[in-house]
């Protein structure tokens, strides 16, 4: 898939900033397998000027003629905006060269200037497996190059040398030194992708914690129910008896509402362990009311 990255408007950022962010998405997208035409190859086909014109190009004309002047699939650009101190909203988008339909976008906002970098390698990624489906492609990230093998050579059965005899022309006059051999072509390592760290093996630890929390709400919650038919049996006793048999059972109401929240967080925590790869982008969220009790998780799916 061939890509063109024209550059990014920027908003209070200057223009080193500016020109290195621009090759940072152009190199992301490249290292997703994408064929990329950067900011400085536009400028040294297209001219400054007519870069410049084409920067805050957000479809229809300029689209399709960026896209036949250059052949490309899909035009990729957008924006980054400091909005105060330092933090950023990052804004892109990819178009389709034929129609100038938006295929894809990528809204974020961050937190420091390095954030920006990291959400431009997610958007890189989604990016290119969307031109993928949508233009037919089958471009894929770059994978190293391993270095090759030196094996120990095989010994081999000694030979006299065999004297040759050279044309005069190709005979070398005395002094002259042989030409020395082509130096060996050089092996390119790319970069490697970074590993993410499995976690299923500990996703006992939750399920087993979640499993003793349950229990411990549910023997609170039947001590509960049990302190409430002994209040409300008819049986004539003192207030203060009555007092106490009611505090009782509204401590251990709340102490069965905390271990039946914690044991289902823990559980489903443990069961998002054993079948995500990266667990620690799904955070559990528990709040504990008078009344009420509430679970939630926040977080980005792995795909």
């Known amino acids: 898939m061939k890509l063109a990255v024209p550059g990014l408007s920027v908003v209070d950022l200057d223009s080193q900033r500016s020109s290195f962010l621009t090759e940072h998405l152009a190199q992301e997208l490249s290292d997703q397998g994408a064929q990329v035409v950067s900011a400085q190859d536009l400028t040294v086909m297209l001219g400054l000027d007519r870069q410049r014109q084409l920067m805050g190009c957000a479809g229809?004309?300029?689209?399709?003629?960026?896209?036949?002047?250059?052949?490309?699939?899909?035009?990729v650009t957008g924006d980054v905006a400091r909005l105060s101190g330092e933090r950023f909203q990052l804004n892109l988008r990819m178009l389709d060269s034929t129609t100038g339909q938006r295929l894809r976008t990528y809204t974020k906002r961050v937190v420091g200037f390095e954030k920006i970098l990291d959400e431009m390698s997610k958007a890189a990624r989604l990016m290119v497996i969307t031109g993928n489906k949508k233009f037919g492609r089958s471009s894929s990230p770059q994978t190293p190059v391993s270095s090759p093998r030196v094996e120990s050579p095989t010994p081999q059965p000694t030979q006299p040398p065999v004297a040759e005899t050279l044309p005069p022309e190709f005979t070398p006059e005395p002094g002259t030194a042989e030409p020395s051999p082509p130096p060996a072509p050089a092996v390119s390592v790319s970069r490697e992708p970074r590993q993410v760290s499995s976690v299923r093996q500990w996703a006992w630890i939750p399920v087993a914690a979640g499993g003793v929390a349950l229990g411990t709400g549910l023997f609170f919650f039947l001590g509960s129910d049990a302190k409430y038919k002994e209040l409300t049996d008819g049986d004539p006793r003192p207030i203060s008896e009555a007092r106490a048999i009611r505090d009782s059972g509204k401590s251990q109401q709340n102490l069965a509402r905390i271990g039946l929240s914690l044991g289902t967080t823990l559980l489903v925590t443990g069961g998002a362990m054993a079948l995500f790869s990266s667990p620690a982008s799904v955070e559990p969220q528990v709040a504990v009311g008078t009344n009420s009790v509430s679970l939630g998780f926040a977080g980005e799916l792995p795909w």
Not at 60 to 67: F, H, I, P, S, W
């Open 60 to 75: 229809g004309k300029c689209v399709t003629e960026l896209a036949s002047s250059l052949g490309v699939d899909a035009l």
